[in-house]
Nanobody, 126 residues
Framework: VQLQASGGGLVQAGGSLRLSCAASGRTFSSYVMGWFRQAPGKEREFVLGISRSGGSTYYADSVKGRFTISRDNAKNTVYLQMNSLKPEDTAVYYC????????????????????WGQGTQVTVSS
């Protein structure tokens, strides 16, 4: 599976962005999907995850109520809708695909994902 993230950019605090991650191949629906982010000088951290069908999601506390993840299996694409952006959301955002079924805090473990996109920069100005 190859993943291509897009949609990043520069936005003012309080604004919104929608990231997309397009996957190649015909097996997209067999993968759980996650979004991670990495700010300068920090480790890559989990943001949100979504199950194969899209029926279950898992959120990091820092983005609950502001970010939403969704997927369209017909389009082989997962989305990250980011609202009420804050300067601390500034980071490179990565999408990831995993073949395992993830529950609870397993979603946050980078090593449980099998494929990664190249990342897209999100910068939030104050």
């Amino acid at each position: 599976v190859q993943l291509q993230a897009s949609g990043g950019g520069l936005v003012q605090a309080g604004g919104s962005l929608r990231l997309s991650c397009a996957a190649s191949g015909r097996t997209f629906s067999s993968y759980v999907m996650g979004w991670f982010r990495q700010a300068p000088g920090k480790e890559r951290e989990f943001v949100l995850g979504i199950s194969r069908s899209g029926g279950s999601t898992y959120y990091a506390d820092s983005v609950k109520g502001r970010f939403t993840i969704s997927r369209d299996n017909a389009k082989n694409t997962v989305y990250l809708q980011m609202n009420s952006l804050k300067p601390e959301d500034t980071a490179v955002y990565y999408c990831a695909a995993g073949a395992r079924t993830l529950v609870g805090t397993m979603w946050t473990r980078r090593g449980l994902y099998d494929y990664w996109g190249q990342g897209t920069q999100v910068t939030v100005s104050s």
